[in-house]
């Protein structure tokens, strides 16, 4: 079974800095897209980033693109999020999520991935 823990949320100012991290257990991660999500109160779950299960493919959000950062350590079943000039509109929970895929073409949709974590929440104050 796949299990995926996410951790390094937090509370930071407008303007900080976070890094998530996601630990993913099972000899199979390098086979693996994953992806961030995130959900603010009263709003559906939305896609932040993904990235292929070699790395050499990410996609992001139009919101974060030049902000965040995804990025993944196959020899430590590690997929990471930098996330950089943050904004109070930043603040949810965040998920990550893997699909089981070999390919290069990134999934936006909740839907396609099987399996999630918990989340961590994030808060930015303004």
């Known amino acids: 079974q796949v299990q995926l823990v996410e951790s390094g949320g937090g509370l930071v100012q407008a303007g900080g800095s976070l890094r998530l991290s996601c630990a993913v257990s099972g000899r199979t991660f390098s086979s693996y897209a994953m992806g961030w999500f995130r959900q603010a109160p009263g709003k559906e779950r939305e896609f932040v980033a993904a990235?292929?299960?070699?790395?050499?493919?990410?996609y992001y959000t139009d919101s974060v693109k030049g902000r965040f950062t995804i990025s993944r350590d196959n020899s430590k079943n590690t997929v990471y999020l930098q996330m950089n000039s943050l904004k109070p509109e930043d603040t949810a929970v965040y998920y990550c999520?893997?699909?089981?895929?070999?390919?290069?073409?990134?999934?936006?949709?909740?839907?396609?991935?099987?399996?999630w974590g918990q989340g961590t929440q994030v808060t930015v104050s303004s």
């Open positions: 999520a893997a699909e089981r895929t070999m390919g290069q073409a990134l999934d936006v949709m909740p839907v396609q991935y099987h399996y």
């Open positions: 990235i292929s299960w070699s790395g050499h493919s990410t």
